[in-house]
């Protein structure tokens, strides 16, 4: 049977959002590409499979990245002490023009590629650029590292300076047809629209996407309420708007059975967007070291837990400078407890369960049934070497993952399985 195996090792992963399990010493069962269960002895009718033994190492589930930027990572950690809508002007349009061209683009994206690869990370959704055979190049790159990921070539007509900004409406949906017609051959790979954010997109392109949208049932990402400047902007530039989702809705862009979406940050989203989010399934990206960097605000992340809207992590590289879904995982608890102290002692600080969850299954159900070891879940696994960290304190499992958040690096990543393959 291929990508059946089992891997020994001291297991950990969510079994909701307030619960991880630990097995120390156990067996993940992985037939066809998906978990069979993790077991305390191995289950007689699974003994005939290879066992990979990683015993004294962690195994935990592939962390989701659910919001990055591509080409972005050339320039991470610049221009931090900006905000949002000075940021993209400086640093972001400037260095996103450059995917003009191809010799570069290559380049910055094999390593973009290669450290995504070498990272906790086994799935992502990810903004290209406006340039479609920049996108083509990356998306080609990454249906090579064997990680899956959805990948959109960005839309932007309005608003920008820099040649990043495409010459129309008209311009911008014939090169996403070219786009979409050009990447019917990545198997992990696949297309998401992309309208880069409301003040990027006209309204004649906004109608075009959803048009394209309904056409292809293709799936959705963008950016929402995530910056008060730009909040205020979009109600200028769509007064008819009763919100900022509302204005996405209204091109037939958020959410719905047809139309699986994913909106980036959601720092200010109020009552009425989030009443439309969760009607429509629209998953949050909540990317807290972007939300700090840009001075964009603290998402409200356990009044959407609450609520029942969906929810994972971003990393939003470079509006974040870290690629790592752990670092986003102690930033998120780090955040909300500093909304909790200063600002809303309603909304209850995340556990680190909590901020595990969300970075797995929480991210990971945008791409099925995955982000946990519960049967039936497609196998994306970690090994984690913590043997850096280990001493005579002889730290339980459980204690083990929660200093892995805060601490791990990518070199602790010693072995990578997606959905049932090795990378390494
Ligand atoms: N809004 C529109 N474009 C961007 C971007 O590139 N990064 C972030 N964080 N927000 C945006
Ligand atoms: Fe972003």
Not at 93 to 116: N, Q, S, T
Not at 127 to 145: G, N, Q, V, W
Not at 307 to 326: H, K, N, T, Y
Not at 376 to 393: K, N, W
Request: charged fraction near 20%.
């Amino acid at each position: 049977m291929k990508n059946s195996f089992v891997l020994r090792g001291d297991v950990a992963y969510s079994l909701s959002p307030k619960e991880w399990r630990t097995v120390p010493g156990g067996y993940l069962v992985c037939v066809e590409g998906r978990s069979a269960g993790v077991f305390e002895t191995l289950p007689e009718q699974y003994t005939s499979l290879p066992v990979l033994d990683f015993s004294g190492k962690l195994i935990v589930p592939g962390l989701i990245d659910l919001h990055a930027h591509a080409p972005q990572y050339t320039y991470r950690a610049l221009g931090m002490d900006l905000e949002l809508l000075d940021w993209l002007n400086i640093h972001t349009f400037p260095a996103e023009a450059r995917y003009a061209d191809l010799d570069f683009a290559g380049a910055a994206y094999d390593r973009f590629v290669e450290d995504l690869r070498r990272s906790p990370t086994t799935r992502a959704c990810l903004f290209a650029t406006s340039h479609t055979d920049a996108t083509l190049l990356l998306m080609e790159k990454l249906e090579r590292s064997g990680l899956i990921t959805q990948v959109g070539k960005v839309n932007m007509d309005r608003n920008c300076d820099s040649p990043a900004r495409e010459a129309d409406a008209r311009t911008s949906l014939s090169e996403t047809v070219r786009w979409l017609d050009g990447c019917g051959s990545f198997h992990r790979t696949t297309p998401i629209l992309t309208p880069r954010f409301i003040p990027s997109c006209t309204d004649e392109l906004m109608e075009g996407l959803g048009k394209l949208q309904r056409e292809r049932g293709l799936p959705v990402q963008s950016h929402l309420s995530e910056n008060f400047g730009e909040i205020a902007w979009v109600q200028e530039l769509c007064p008819w708007s009763s919100c900022y989702g509302d204005a996405y809705d209204h091109f037939g862009l958020f959410g719905g059975e047809n139309c699986p979406t994913v909106m980036a940050h959601c720092v200010h989203s109020g009552a009425e967007e989030r009443a439309l989010m969760k009607e429509r399934g629209v998953f949050i990206a909540h990317c807290p070291e972007s939300n700090t960097n840009l001075s964009s605000g603290i998402a409200p992340v356990r009044a959407f837990l609450t609520e029942g809207l969906r929810v994972g992590l971003g990393s939003d590289v470079a509006g974040g400078a870290q690629l790592s879904i752990f670092k986003a995982m102690a930033l998120a608890v780090q955040v909300s407890k500093l909304r909790w102290r200063l600002t809303d002692q309603e909304l209850a600080p995340l556990t680190a369960a909590e901020a595990f969850w969300l970075g797995t299954a929480g991210g990971g159900a945008f791409f099925g049934k995955v982000g946990s070891f519960e049967p039936g879940y497609e196998l994306d696994a970690l090994v984690l070497d913590d043997t850096r960290l280990s001493g005579p304190h002889n730290h339980t499992v459980s204690k083990r993952l929660e200093q892995m958040i805060y601490l791990s690096e990518s070199a602790d990543v010693t072995a990578k399985f997606v959905a049932g393959q090795r990378l390494f």
